[in-house]
Structures are given as C-alpha cells and as structure tokens.
C-alpha cells in the first residue's frame, strides 16, 4: 500500500458545525503533515506530527484542532470555522522527509 | 519569512520540445529541493528531488541545482501534453527537517 488515504473528498459545512478531516497512511511512515491549500497557491504548512507528537505548529487558529491517534492516523478537527477556511485540505506522510512526502487525494472544504 | 520564487507561465510549448522550468530560493542554507506536479484539482505529486550542485536525470526529467546562484531547475525532454500541469518547487528548511516552503508554482501547456 503506496497511498495517503483522505475522507471526506468534499466537505461543505456551517459556521457552527464541527466537522473532522482524516487521513490514514499505512507504508510505516513516520511523519505525518497537513497543508492547507488555495485556488492558485502553494500548499502552506499547517501541523507536523512525527513519531505520534506534534513537532511543527505553523500559528494555526485554534478553530483547526490536529490529532494523531496511532502511527497511521492523522485527524484534523474543525470547530467554528470561517468562508476564508474554504480551501483543500492536504495531508502528507514521509519516512525521510529528505526523500520528500506522498500526498493524499485532499479534502476540498467549504464553509458556509 | 524564506522565499521560493517561480514564474506563474502559463509556459507554452509545443509536443516534442525540451520545458524548462526555474525556481530561486532565499534560504542560502537549504541544502534539498523537490519538483512536484499538480494537475488541476488534484494533489502533488513527487517527481523528483535534488541535493548537490550540477544535473540529476531521471527519464525525461532533469534537475539542475546550482547553490551559490540559489537556482534550481526542471528540464522535461521530448514534453507531451500529458506533462500539462503545474510544477510547484519546494525547498527543506536547513534546520527543521520537517519544515519545507513551496514556491507558487509554474503552469505547464504541452500543446499537440
């Protein structure tokens, strides 16, 4: 198994809702991303987790809430979020980060 | 704030011709850069990474990485119009491993 597996594909939620992202990766790799991206940007980093912990913490509001149960999860929690939120979701995993990430499919989300 | 810099394009070449495509990087330090392409809608994908100065190939993509110019470069050989797409450059932070900055990225049309 060679693939970053992501649900939802597509997500449109309210303002008030909570929603969660996951992402499930099983080449034994040990760090774990996820990246924010916007129409015609480039990926911006949002959390790293490596070995299970939270290494890398970009200055992501708190309405963005990551979790790493196991070695092959990754979750990202959604709570009172804004349109500006709207985006796609990209999560990534590395066994070497020198070797570069495999990513997964992406969540496209809309806020409502 | 370190920067990743490449020319947005569109960058239009015909079937058959050699694309070339040009990232620069402010981080002096960097020592690993990634290509990754993205078609429209879809998540990046590796195609290759580079650590030292001078040229590595891998099938019809080469790499070139010069760092005292901070310059790192994609050459597509013999391009098809299935190489349309675009070409985000990524560079590793020299000492958060874990850390990476993308460029914007450059479109690609190979036109038949």
């Known amino acids: 198994d060679t693939e970053v597996t992501q649900t939802p594909k597509h997500l449109v939620m309210g303002m008030t809702n909570k929603k969660s992202l996951k992402c499930e990766q099983h080449?034994?790799?040990?760090?774990m991303y996820w990246y924010k991206q916007k129409a015609k940007k480039p990926p911006e980093l949002m959390f790293v987790?490596?070995?299970?912990?939270?290494?890398i913490n970009e200055s992501v509001p708190s309405r963005f809430s990551p979790e790493c149960p196991n070695s092959s999860l990754l979750n990202l929690h959604l709570h009172a979020l804004q349109p500006e939120d709207s985006a796609l979701y990209l999560c990534?995993?590395?066994?070497?980060?020198?070797?570069?990430?495999?990513f997964g499919s992406g969540t496209r989300l809309t806020v409502v | 704030q370190k920067e990743v810099e490449q020319n947005s394009g569109p960058l239009s070449v015909p079937e058959g011709a050699i694309a070339s495509l040009n990232c620069t990087y402010s981080?002096?330090?960097?020592?690993?850069f990634f290509w990754y392409r993205q078609y429209s809608g879809k998540s990046p994908e590796l195609i290759m990474f580079?650590?030292?100065?001078g040229d590595k190939e891998d099938g019809r993509f080469t790499a070139q990485l010069n760092k005292a110019s901070q310059y790192v470069s994609l050459l597509i050989r013999d391009s098809q119009p299935s190489d349309s797409a675009t070409y985000l450059c990524?560079?590793?932070?020299?000492?958060?491993?874990?850390?990476?900055?993308f460029g914007s990225g450059t479109k690609l049309n190979v036109k038949p």
């Open positions: 990524a560079v590793r932070e020299q000492y958060n491993f874990n850390k990476f900055y």
């Open positions: 987790y490596s070995y299970e912990k939270l290494s």
């Open positions: 981080d002096r330090g960097s020592q690993s």
């Open positions: 990534a995993s590395s066994q070497d980060p020198g070797n570069g990430y495999t």
């Open positions: 080449m034994g790799h040990r760090a």
């Open positions: 580079i650590y030292s100065n």
